[in-house]
């Protein structure tokens, strides 16, 4: 391979200073394979990057077991599944495309798999069905990229649409890191405008100025270009959110609290703020619980091979009769008439679906109980999502998929502690059959057999191979995911890519490692899918890494081998809370941008498709929907405008001359003139062709190495 120059905007520029190892590294084997002497960078640069772009990503850990647990997936299978799914995927693209990204299942394919396809614990579609389609994913794409059909595309993609791709991939990021619940807590859902502005002086402003405050710090030693700047600040912010939490502070501590009987929404008196925005202006208030009688103790959740199940802990026991609770603490027994007010499981990944309020419910009667269904979460102590029921209602859920203290990593409330421990064994077993997760769950029957509810066991090899003849559970999603996992990588690799000073404009598809790369990809979905986790793909936060000068494959083995020890380590790095990596994230999308001084803005071919892409990628959350609205709206210009002609073969001649000097009129970039001259001097019956001049293309100035 000839040599590869990496290069990267004036603003990023680093100095490149050896310390004692690095000189002794250069010029070794591992140096020379990596080739990265070659590439501008040294050993601690690449270790330094790989451990920021792990630390910048290392939430995905808890998050995506977290999601995919709502599936009915055991949770522990499930971080086994993401961490070896994640390494083996990263192994292939630091050994073999010698690029410096990490892979991880996507956030948002996991998502759509475990909302969207199969819902809570596989009532709308068997969770094994969707995981045979995602195991099927991984093998057309490793069909697709061993045959180069993903990198011919990149052929197709006009450049200045992929810088829009580019810059719209690190805006969304940038949006993500802005968000409470996935970053710095400064805007939230509104269901009127969509996007508000948190308050920042109420009562969890602590949160907001938290992530503000290291984001600035970040910014200044960005700016005095010190080394290892995003990591430091990851490392620093979660180090402060551990200790706020263990000082007790409510804003970061997650306590829910849960109401059966009437709970009412009384709006706030003479127009105080409440809690919450409604839709059309005003706000709800915090829902109360009416008539409480406020029992002791918690609800508290136990792992075991089959699944989890959760006990009350507690002095008083609960018994209810025609409407009646009947609560004995002790040698005192009281009957109450009102409503119950009651701690639901708090601790960690157990709090799956609104604090855990219905299965402590259950437990605190002794056992399955329908009335426990109509429980709801009131209070939770600190900040959270407060979903909609409808997004329109006058009632508010609290909590709806767990996601408690939100700003924390990802949906799992336990965000701001400090690990208990530093490491755990992995659970590596084979799927079981699917089992009731309590008493009375409605998708078994008496004799145990059961159409939805949890999966016994692990989570390897959950396949449903009765799935090939069902549309809904198996072709559908089949489909969806190559749609989305196929666009979303090709543009995600070419951002980075060209970010990174690889891409060759003249030949944008064949940058180096292009083909392993998509190989990574598709080898990563196929063994997810085997262990049990959706998609794998190449993800955004690997920017980070890039920035802190990650130029090879020794960044992403890095990677890798952090992805590895997650394996054993769970418990220390999912307690790095989003509200540290958000900063990061909009870092990430001040570094992603500058691939938009490429794109001529006078020039509307390419000003509006563009601007489509980088809209759509930040408000629909799916960078696949801004690259095919970008070409929709590119594909009808051309047509209409008459401009595809000069790109069909022999067509031009055929037109008649009003439509050629139609076309030839406009004005447009260096290759549409280039075109018009092209197709102006072919040998055909001379007409008169009213051709513009090629005006005087300013070309963009080469960017500096590292």
Excluded at 416 to 438: C, K, N, R
Excluded at 450 to 474: K, M, N, R
Aim: net charge negative; proline share 5%.
């Amino acid at each position: 391979m000839a040599e590869v120059e990496f290069k990267v905007g004036a603003k990023g520029k680093k100095d490149l200073v050896d310390n004692a190892l690095d000189r002794k590294f250069r010029g070794s084997r591992v140096d020379g394979y990596f080739r990265v002497s070659e590439r501008g960078s040294n050993l601690t640069t690449e270790i330094r990057a790989g451990v920021t772009t792990f630390l910048t990503a290392a939430y995905i850990m808890a998050v995506n077991p977290n999601i995919l647990s709502t599936t009915g997936l055991n949770f522990d299978g499930l971080v086994f599944a993401t961490a070896a799914s994640s390494c083996v995927a990263t192994l292939i693209m630091a050994l073999w495309a010698n690029l410096p990204f990490g892979l991880w299942p996507g956030m948002g394919m996991n998502a759509y798999f475990a909302y969207t396809i199969v819902g809570f614990k596989g009532q709308q579609n068997a969770v094994k069905k969707v995981m045979m389609a995602v195991t099927v994913e991984g093998v057309i794409f490793i069909i697709m990229s061993a045959l180069d059909i993903r990198r011919y595309v990149f052929k197709v993609f006009p450049t200045w649409m992929m810088k829009a791709t580019m810059a719209g991939i690190g805006l969304f990021l940038a949006f993500i890191g802005l968000q409470a619940g996935n970053g710095i807590d400064i805007v939230r859902d509104h269901p009127a405008v969509l996007v508000d502005l948190v308050t920042l002086t109420g009562e969890h402003y602590l949160r907001t100025w938290v992530g503000i405050g290291f984001f600035c710090l970040m910014s200044l030693l960005i700016l005095l270009r010190v080394r290892g700047a995003v990591m430091v600040c990851i490392l620093l912010s979660a180090v402060l959110s551990w200790i706020l939490q263990a000082a007790e502070v409510e804003q970061f501590g997650y306590k829910p609290m849960c109401c059966l009987g009437s709970v009412s929404y009384v709006e706030p008196e003479n127009g105080a703020a409440g809690w919450y925005p409604k839709p059309g202006g005003g706000f709800y208030p915090k829902p109360t619980c009416e008539n409480p009688y406020t029992v002791p103790g918690y609800g508290q959740m136990e792992s075991t091979e089959t699944g989890s199940s959760v006990s009350f802990v507690s002095s008083a026991s609960v018994s209810v009769a025609n409407g009646v609770y009947t609560i004995t603490d002790g040698a005192s027994s009281t009957n109450h008439t009102g409503s119950l007010y009651f701690q639901g499981v708090a601790a960690g990944r157990d709090s799956t679906f609104k604090g855990g309020c219905p299965d402590a419910c259950h437990a605190m009667l002794g056992g399955f109980n329908p009335i426990c269904f109509d429980t709801v979460l009131v209070e939770t102590g600190c900040w959270t999502s407060m979903s909609y029921q409808s997004r329109a209602s006058a009632k508010l859920v609290l909590d709806q998929f767990g996601e408690g203290c939100i700003g924390g990593a990802g949906r799992i409330p336990k965000t701001f502690s400090a690990p208990s421990a530093f490491a755990s064994l992995p659970l590596i077993d084979v799927a079981g059959p699917l089992v009731a997760p309590f008493s009375g769950w409605a998708g078994c029957d008496a004799d145990g057999n059961c159409e939805s509810g949890d999966v016994s066991g692990g989570t390897i090899l959950a396949w449903d191979f009765s799935g090939f003849g069902d549309w809904q559970g198996f072709w559908n999603p089949l489909l969806t995911l190559l749609y989305i996992d196929f666009i979303g990588t090709m543009g995600f690799l070419y951002a980075a890519a060209d970010l990174s000073g690889l891409v060759d404009p003249k030949k944008p598809e064949s940058f180096p490692g292009c083909y392993a790369a998509f190989m990574a990809d598709a080898v990563g979905t196929f063994v997810g899918g085997f262990l049990g986790t959706s998609s794998v793909t190449t993800y955004g936060e690997s920017m980070a890494g890039v920035y802190e000068g990650g130029r090879t494959g020794l960044t992403a083995l890095v990677i890798a081998f952090l992805n590895f020890i997650c394996i054993f380590m769970t418990p220390l790095l999912s307690s790095v809370p989003t509200l540290s990596t958000g900063p990061a994230l909009v870092m990430v999308g001040v570094f992603m941008i500058e691939g938009v001084k490429d794109i001529d803005w006078t020039d509307y071919m390419q000003a509006i498709p563009s601007t489509i892409c980088i809209l759509l990628q930040i408000t629909t959350y799916k960078i696949e929907v801004g690259v095919l609205g970008a070409l929709l709206v590119w594909s009808f210009l051309m047509v209409f405008s008459g401009r595809v002609f000069l790109y069909i073969p022999g067509a031009w001649d055929k037109l008649p001359l009003a439509v050629q000097n139609f076309v030839s009129s406009q004005q447009g970039d260096a290759d549409f003139q280039r075109r018009l001259k092209e197709v102006a001097t072919l040998p055909h019956e001379p007409r008169k062709l009213n051709v513009l001049p090629a005006p005087d293309v300013e070309q963009p100035a080469p960017r500096q190495a590292w």
